[in-house]
């Protein structure tokens, strides 16, 4: 038997050889690495601030880093239709002013009902808008640009003292960017606005002929029969009217708007 089996044995080897070995179990399929899924970073839109001293000193922080350009969308009377403590509106315009005397560029774009109203409390005020500054019928909201870099919106969009959202995404400040700049290309300039049609009222007549004589102010207002705080606040109204803040251009101004007496 084992004679016979051998034999077998090497013919069966052999014709393997032949036709190729038997057909095996293939390999369990390994499915491909799949790359785990890095999970997505949301980065916020800003940055939120709340609680009147840390909305202060972000304010100041903004603008004491301006360096080339301070934009904003302001509307300087509106503490007198909301209330907002004096002292912030005194910081606001404050920072405001001071990155001004720094900057190379303000550009402040204010609604046109806010000019009236500014005018009536401080007659001296829209003359002392830092920057140059335009009137549009609306503003979208409040805002603040730094450097096209940073932007700072109201929580509310009205009122900075409610709380602010500093905004530091590119997208979001290149967008605020654009705009103030559809805003302000369809604005009008304040010295334009208030020459267009101005007249010089008639309680201030007598006013600019005192100046026009040289008078001192207690001269002055001693002759007119009010008091000499009275008077001075006139002369702050009369040089509101004319644009200037010098008395000694108000002379010049007076003329070339043709408000001298014949």
């Not at 070995?21 to 790359?35: G, K, L, S, T, Y």
């Not at 001075?232 to 007496?261: D, I, P, Q």
């Amino acid at each position: 038997m084992a004679e016979i089996r051998g034999p077998v044995v090497g013919l069966v080897a052999a014709r393997e050889s032949r036709e190729g070995a038997p057909a095996r179990a293939a390999p369990p399929q390994v499915p491909p690495q799949v790359p785990s899924q890095v999970p997505q970073v949301v980065r916020p839109a800003g940055q939120p601030v709340t609680g009147a001293r840390q909305v202060c000193a972000a304010l100041a922080a903004l603008t004491e880093s301006a360096r080339r350009e301070v934009l904003t969308f302001d509307d300087p009377a509106v503490g007198l239709r909301r209330p907002v403590p004096e002292p912030f509106c005194e910081l606001a315009g404050a920072c405001v002013r001071t990155a001004a005397e720094r900057v190379r560029t303000v550009r402040q774009v204010i609604p046109r009902h806010a000019l009236a109203r500014l005018t009536a409390v401080d007659p001296g005020g829209v003359a002392r808008l830092p920057g140059r500054a335009r009137l549009t019928d609306t503003i979208p909201f409040k805002l603040i640009v730094v450097d096209r870099s940073v932007a700072a919106v109201p929580l509310d969009l009205e009122l900075l003292h409610n709380g602010l959202l500093l905004i530091r995404d590119p997208v979001v400040v290149q967008a605020l960017v654009r705009a103030h700049h559809a805003w302000w290309e369809t604005g009008e300039d304040v010295g334009d606005a208030r020459q267009q049609g101005a007249a010089l009222p008639p309680r201030l007549r007598p006013v600019l002929d005192a100046l026009l004589a040289g008078l001192t102010d207690e001269t002055a207002a001693a002759r007119l029969g009010i008091s000499a705080r009275t008077y001075s606040r006139r002369v702050g109204e009369l040089l509101a009217a004319l644009g200037t803040t010098s008395r000694f251009r108000a002379g010049a101004e007076a003329a070339r708007r043709g408000w001298l007496s014949p």
